[in-house]
């Protein structure tokens, strides 16, 4: 009997024991490089990479285990350059649990297919938020930051913006890297855009969708599901206004390719003018996925 209590103690003590904020899976792909050493080096980047992002503390919160973001890292090698110099994409997504629920709604998903580094074997992962020293730890805290933003603007309006601007500094710090994605006249498609359009005034509205979507639309669907979407579409109402002076906006891109699926999900129970309502508003603002939205209209039928 006392074992059983002290082990119930313990689970209990676990879920308020501060810890870091993220709760990272990362998985390393190489199968496009040869050589019988390749598994090994990557195996070994793999437990460099979840020990920065897991052990590092982003942010001066203190997290319980359950408050952890849970997120992903996917990295792709295609090149190898040199004996430590690489070349791949990097994917990014990360999701937030939802009130009295199992269910982890996806905040961010994004592949950054401008990704080049050099790794040492066996040599710890460091990152100094003051200059910049690694192409590798540069990209990751960026992306650390920008899942952390994207979190807090899901509890409070505008509550990522700390993290947004230390992702920008990032970038700062970075104009005079040799890897490309981190400057302006790039593309208006990379890290600094991404950061830039965040930021800026303009793209309010999708930090306002994130939270009013989240905190007053999602965190109430287990016990007022109705009451719920209703509240979930007129977020999404918001994002118009955006799209009408911003058509072909890459912020408003990385937002749907988060949420297209959850949307067509949580609207298959929705009743028929709502339905109609919504694909109309999705056709609008997010135009290359039709198809998908389509499907809202008979889902969810018995």
């Known amino acids: 009997m006392r074992k059983i209590y002290i082990i119930v103690l313990m689970a209990f003590l676990a879920a308020y024991i ?9 998985q390393v792909v190489s199968s ?4 019988t050493e390749a598994k090994r080096i990557f195996g070994n980047m793999e437990k460099a990479i979840f020990e920065l992002m897991n052990t590092r503390k982003w942010t001066n919160d203190n997290f319980t285990i359950n408050e952890k973001i849970e997120c992903n890292i996917m990295i792709n090698v295609t ?11 990097i994917l ?4 937030r649990a939802t009130f009295k629920s199992s269910y982890n709604s996806p905040l961010f998903n994004y592949e950054d297919n401008n990704f080049a580094f050099h790794y040492v074997e066996y ?13 590798f730890t540069s990209v990751l805290a960026f992306y650390a930051y920008m899942m952390i933003g994207y979190d807090y603007d899901t509890f409070s309006p505008n509550g990522g913006t700390e993290f947004y601007q230390k992702a ?8 005079g890297a040799n890897e490309i ?7 208006n498609k990379n890290r600094y855009w991404l950061v830039e359009n965040t930021l800026a005034p303009v793209f309010v509205p999708i930090r306002e969708t994130l939270y009013k979507y989240h905190r007053l639309g999602m965190d109430i669907m287990v016990e007022r599901p109705d009451e719920g979407r209703a509240v979930v579409l007129d977020a999404l109402q918001n994002l118009l206004v955006l799209h009408k002076s911003r058509p072909t ?12 699926d959850e949307v067509v999900n949580v609207f298959c129970k929705g009743q028929p003018d709502e339905k109609t309502k919504l694909i109309d508003l999705l056709n609008a603002i997010d135009p290359a996925r039709t198809t998908k939205y389509s499907k809202i209209t008979d889902c969810g039928k018995n």
């Open 18 to 26: 501060p810890a870091q904020e993220l709760n990272c899976k990362v």
């Open 32 to 35: 496009q490089i040869q050589g």
């Open 79 to 89: 090149e190898k350059i040199t004996m430590e110099d690489y070349k791949g994409s």
């Open 92 to 95: 990014i997504s990360s999701s």
């Open 123 to 135: 040599q710890q992962l460091n990152w100094e938020p003051t200059t910049f020293t690694s192409n």
């Open 168 to 175: 920008q500094t990032i970038v700062q710090n970075a104009q």
């Open 181 to 187: 994605g981190w400057k302006a006249f790039e593309t």
């Open 249 to 260: 906006s890459f912020n408003m891109q990385v937002f749907f390719n988060a949420k297209c």
